[in-house]
């Protein structure tokens, strides 16, 4: 059977004389002595804790695969989360499968051969000379310290649950079962407490995050000469994540004046006004996966106006009481409770609301100017553990080492006639990454100032 390769449409032919040649006269580059990702003893405790969880059973976790963004070009992979926090690796088509004994085996694709093989110079899609080399499965072994096969050997006859809408191909190949679920969701908790590997990549990308802050505040005066400031701005936090990081953890939020009413703002196209704020929401992904996620609102000009002032200011209360009730055993939802009666005391004193803060807590009509809750837990998805149970997540308690965000926010529409004038078109949201200690929480993006006396003097400091 003839090798099945990807190869586009205007490739010219081979000539046998051509494959002959192409098959001799490389040297041996195969890496020896290789040293473990730093990953790879953390992760072996996790896939233990995951077999025992499921003893007996057979478990199928993909990496994911290619996904095509136009005709014949892939957006860059990246890899499922759970796959990585169960392997530390980051290719694509890779397997990682738990047998019922407990061993574990990563089924990956590996570096093809210059003999017997054109893979290497002619496959689009995983040719070493066209997408770059993948360790061969003794570097492999070497690297992730688990196991390894080459992926056609994968079998997946007989029982297994699967972590389903990963790789359709791995779908396609076992019964779906009710124990998918379970699996699923599973995943998803046993990531909601970091170790301390975790802990420390997490805090790499709050501390590369806010150099990436630095960088766009610097470049603040060249951005309000473009026609497409938020873009120049977006451009120049997204430098810095791929020289620190994999590349930013989420599409960056740029949003300037009303844009930041705007809560997933991405298309970052608007003129800066040095009059308005700027809403800056980014995180950076480390080369791990791990990312921050941090907001901060900045005036343009480097001064807030008296009202910008006066909105801040009140979000800024909000979330320090948020971050005052973070501790081992309070409720996951005190914090967003405690910043939303500070909000409604807020507008309550402004005139915006006429009832009691009591009773707009219990009515909500201040979510007319919050719209969404004030957290989530952050690790290697930017809203990470999304699919644990909401008995273990959202109507859960707090543990010592979960990471979070605490990130109310006012959004006052410019278009909102319930609203002083003045206050229209402000949108303000302070967010910040913390993490769950013995007795209370470290804020770890505590380089970055919050106060707004801090916030402009710190603009004033980089703007020299």
Not at 178 to 194: H, I, N, Q, Y
Request: aromatic share 8%; with cysteine.
């Amino acid at each position: 059977m003839s090798e099945k390769l990807n190869t586009g449409s205007h490739d010219l032919p081979i000539t046998d004389e051509l494959a002959a040649f192409m098959e001799t006269g490389w040297a041996d580059t195969r890496h020896t002595g290789l040293e473990p990702l730093p990953v790879a003893p953390w992760a072996a405790k996790r896939r233990a804790a995951l077999a025992a969880r499921f003893p007996g059973e057979r478990l199928v976790i993909p990496s994911g695969s290619l996904k095509v963004r136009s005709n014949d070009s892939d957006y860059r992979f990246r890899t499922h989360s759970a796959f990585a926090y169960l392997t530390g690796d980051a290719e694509p088509d890779d397997v990682l499968v738990i047998e019922p004994t407990g061993e574990a085996v990563l089924y990956l694709r590996p570096r093809s051969p210059r003999a017997g093989s054109q893979e290497f110079y002619r496959d689009r899609r995983y040719g070493e000379f066209w997408v770059g080399r993948r360790p061969d499965l003794a570097e492999a072994q070497n690297l992730y310290q688990v196991e390894c096969a080459h992926i056609g050997q994968l079998s997946l006859d007989g029982p297994a649950r699967v972590l389903r809408g990963v790789d359709a191909s791995v779908d396609a190949r076992v019964a779906p079962g009710e124990g998918d679920a379970e699996l699923e969701r599973f995943l998803s908790e046993m990531r909601l407490v970091k170790d301390e590997w975790e802990v420390a990549e997490l805090q790499f990308a709050v501390d590369a995050t806010t150099r990436g802050f630095e960088d766009v505040v610097r470049a603040v005066p060249a951005a309000l000469g473009e026609t497409r400031g938020e873009r120049y701005l977006e451009g120049i936090f997204g430098l810095r994540s791929r020289l620190e990081g994999n590349a930013v953890g989420y599409d960056s939020i740029v949003a300037s004046g009303a844009h930041a009413n705007v809560l997933h703002w991405i298309r970052n196209d608007g003129r800066l006004d040095e009059r308005d704020l700027l809403l800056l929401d980014a995180g950076i992904e480390t080369d791990s996966l791990y990312t921050a996620d941090i907001t901060r609102t900045l005036p343009l000009s480097g001064r807030f106006s008296p009202v910008q002032r006066q909105v801040y200011e009140l979000v800024y209360e909000a979330q320090s009481a948020a971050i005052d009730t973070l501790r081992p055993g309070a409720r996951f939802r005190d914090f967003h409770l405690a910043a939303m009666r500070v909000i409604c005391e807020g507008l309550h004193a402004w005139g915006v609301l006429k009832d009691s803060p009591d009773s707009l807590m219990e009515s909500g009509l201040y979510r007319r100017y919050t719209v969404c809750s004030s957290g989530h837990m952050l690790g290697l998805d930017v809203h990470d553990c999304a699919k644990a149970r909401a008995e273990a997540y959202l109507d859960g308690v707090l543990e010592e080492g979960q990471v979070l965000t605490v990130e109310p926010g006012l959004y006052l529409q410019a278009d909102d006639l319930t609203l002083p004038e003045e206050f229209r078109g402000i949108g303000v949201r302070i967010e910040d990454d913390l993490v769950v200690t013995a007795d209370g929480a470290r804020l770890m993006s505590a380089a970055l100032p919050r106060h707004p006396d801090e916030v402009e003097g710190w603009m004033a400091t980089l703007l020299g």
